[in-house]
């Protein structure tokens, strides 16, 4: 069954520490990016890569990295420096020449306590 | 820049009544609109998308270049249309890769 899967759903991380949440995909889709979204705020994005071992910073880049070392998987690493983590992340993904096919995660929700 | 703007948070219709929620956007060149839609407890996914000029669940939106508008409108609302709708962009050239969205509308269709 194809599709977009992000790991955990849940995830509780205390103030200091850095956390990594997890999105794998088996379309075999080039181009993967993360989302943040808060009530309110919509969707805005965090990084993307549109081929393996490429990655770029979108609007809200600030204390989040990524890595792109196999085409499936697009980790977020969400560190320390990133002022107000609590929020809803979802990871995307989209085939090239479909530019308006994105597929989405269920999302991760992240809670700082 | 581009950017996408949805100036209603909250929207509450009675089943029946006809919805139209609003989406303004702004960008020099040719743009894609689309609209997005996440029910409860589900996934966002694609609801329709202007190049197509389609109907999806009784939905359609037209792209109006000279009000820079690609406002989504169905006749009757149903219940199960309440959600999560988000406007979104996809510009040309250099910023093509990416979906612009806006910050969203909540529909609410009561019964």
């Known amino acids: 069954d194809g599709g977009i899967t992000q790991s955990p759903k849940y995830l509780f991380r205390k103030e200091g520490q850095n956390v990594t949440l997890s999105c794998e995909q088996n379309?075999?889709?080039?181009?993967m990016y993360w989302y943040r979204q808060d009530p309110g705020q919509g969707l805005r994005l965090i990084y993307y890569?549109?081929?393996?071992?490429?990655?770029q910073k979108g609007d809200i880049a600030e204390g989040y990295s990524v890595s792109r070392e196999k085409k499936e998987s697009f980790p977020l690493t969400v560190t320390s420096a990133q002022k107000n983590p609590t929020a809803f992340y979802l990871c995307?993904?989209?085939?090239?020449?479909?530019?308006?096919?994105?597929?989405f995660g269920s999302g991760t929700r992240l809670t700082v306590v | 820049a581009q950017r996408v703007t949805q100036p209603e948070k909250l929207l509450s219709v009675f089943k029946g009544a006809p919805v139209e929620l609003k989406c303004n956007y702004s960008?020099?060149?040719?743009?894609?609109l689309f609209w997005y839609v996440q029910y409860s407890r589900q996934r966002l996914q694609l609801l329709l998308r202007?190049?197509s000029r389609e109907s999806i669940k009784g939905f359609t939106a037209d792209l109006n270049k000279g009000e820079t508008s690609f406002h989504l409108k169905k006749p009757f609302a149903q219940e199960e249309d309440s959600a999560m709708y988000y406007c979104?962009?996809?510009?040309?050239?250099?910023?093509?890769?990416?979906?612009?969205f806006g910050k969203g509308t909540k529909l609410s269709v009561i019964p």
């Open positions: 995307a993904s989209r085939a090239t020449g479909e530019a308006y096919g994105y597929t």
């Open positions: 379309l075999n889709h080039d181009a």
């Open positions: 890569s549109q081929i393996v071992n490429d990655f």
């Open positions: 960008y020099s060149g040719s743009p894609e």
């Open positions: 202007h190049i």
């Open positions: 979104a962009l996809r510009g040309s050239g250099a910023g093509s890769y990416q979906l612009t």
